[in-house]
RNA sequence: GGUUGUGUAGCUCAACUGGAUAGAGCAUCUGACUACGAAUCAGAAGGUUUAAGGUUCGACUCCUUACACGACCA
């Protein structure tokens, strides 16, 4: 059973394998623009490599040096490895770094000093340096993509949803990794599509409307003030109760549990409709239509209310018959095989799968047969050289079969196949249930986590002055800030702990911390701007730097290389926690030295400057989590 | 049974892909609001990284084997 009622990986076309399915390799296709700190890193190597050259006579390329970010406990910023180094220049790594440290000190005018620990030589870099890679960054015009070579043209099939039920916790997890994974690869350049695949067809839907037959009694979302996708819902629940009791029924009349599981009246009459959908029958496809089109009102209102969309709606009923058609074209090319029965399969015992059913003796279409008629669909319309799936990690056989059947097809566009696979959402509890009634229903959580965000705010009473259409604007913002961070915090490929407790925190590693600070960076620029002094001052007069001031700087510098590896991995995780480590540094920084209350009228521009552009990566990389940031809480 | 993922502080999660004394948050304890927002900051305590072997200058990371939990395939 797929997508039945038990499973809750979120994406409700519940489906499957991913360490095969890689990003296609980064091949830069033209060069690079270097950004500040990545010219310093280089620039730094080369100079290494020179020392290496002119100190012991050895010839190591500049790319092959490990550099990497000091430690914080150690004085510098860059750390060279040396131990690697010690056969081919046949010293002790102390030695080694010593000697490198030196040279580096005399020739090399931006290290200003250098320490050796064991096999580490610690470079310390001028802070005229810093305040350089700083200009870089303000810079930047907003929104300039980072260029990393990737791929150009992406899909993201995100949410996909089934159209008998409404959304859970776990939707929201696929949601929102969804929608953040498609705005960090636009942030990389490249031109994304945000595709929803709705599972509008088979026997899950059958079952509601069906159920709504029996007992719907007429009932509308409007005669019964439900939500559209809360009512297909309780139909659905109401199949299940009724089919469940003529199971009891049968079983007790004697007959085996799975002959009376298949047997049942109900699960008979709702096969029936399936195929009377599928021949097209007039009363049956009505009904259906008028019920999915209640889900996708009720659908539509929760994506809104969550704040993500979607550029291209895909429906499985327009998308099944042309994954037939490719099954037949398999058939032909010899690559697929029919059984006695009539049912067609692919061997894919090559590939280290099994064999695999596409079609079923009846000719009805199964889940795969659908998804070769999207993946071509796609990539007709929109030529990707990436089509990334979220589908929850139970689903990881099913997507690599998808990509060894196109793969065996000679489709072009199968290795750009990549399967996000995340995780299940457990609760404290344990597993979601629908039996046990454990399932966290999407938009009752939402609004308890917008209730818990207005409690919290009324209760630290900053917030006077706003109206009453700002203040809701808050506590949604805030609410869902910390639900999205909570959920997009975690690698993707983990399967995760929801505590309601803990996400409705506001407190340490949250989104409302990283909202915070960048509301108190809002007030800062307001009251430094009452005194006349803008972000972007001149920082000529700049030649030291506060410790804090450094460590901000090196963390904002950062960001391309986050979102870089983000976008390769697909894991809004790191960019999450880049938001924190920056709001973190600036923290630090806010708490140890003056800025507006600064004397000195240089270092007061400077730092209202360093405010003014960790509030835009704030804003920025939040937004690339899908998390709004207010300039008063 | 086969395939596969995960296992790190009491709890929830990190660790730049093989580098230093394994880091954060929560919870516990201590300190800081008459300088700009305390939803903050500073500090203390908390670890045999499931276990046992192996690879090497160096292992949470790679390779065996075992254990635990999950998912998928029959």
Redesign the pocket.
Known sequence: MQGGPG?FGGGGRCR??S?LLRFPPLVPQRPLRLYPVQQLEQSLKSALSAAIQHVFGADVPAAQL?L????K??AGQF?L?T??LTKALGKGPEQIGQALGEYLLAHEPRVSGFNV????L?LEIADSEWVRVFEGLRQRPAGAPVATGGPQRVVVEYSSPNTNKPLHLGHLRNNFLGYSVAEILKATGAEVTKANLVNDRGIHICKSMLAYQHYGQGETPQSAGIKGDHLAGKYYVLFEKHYREQVRQLENEGVAPDVAKKKAPLMLEAQDMLRAWEAGDEAVVSLWKKMNGWVYEGFDATYQNIGVDFDKFYYESQTYLLGKERVEEGLQKGVFFKKDDGSVWVDLKEEGL?EKLLLRADGTSVYITQDLGTAELKFEHFGYDLSVYVIA??Q??HMQVLRAVLQKLGKPYADAIHHLSYG?VDLPSG?MKSREGTVVDADELVREVVAA?EA??LE?G?TEGLSEDELTRLYHM?GLGALKYYLL???P?????F?PE?SV?????TG??IQ?SH??I???LR?AAERGVGPDGQLTGITELQGTERDLIQELARYDAVVTEAAR?QSP?LVA?FAYDVA?AY??F??E?????EADEIKRAFRVALSAQTGRALKTSMGLLGIEVPE??
């Open positions: 499973s499957g394998r360490a490990p990497q970010a000091t430690r406990d150690f750390t490895v131990f690697p620990v064991k096999g580490f610690n099994d990690d139970e990881n056989y299940m597993k965000a919290a705010t630290k900053k805030l915090k975690v690698d490929k983990k399967r995760m702990l505590n803990e925190k506001l407190e340490g590693d409302p911390f915070y509301a108190r809002s007030s800062i009251k991995v995780a926690q973190r923290n630090r806010f708490a030295v003056p800025i507006i209350a008063r809480m």
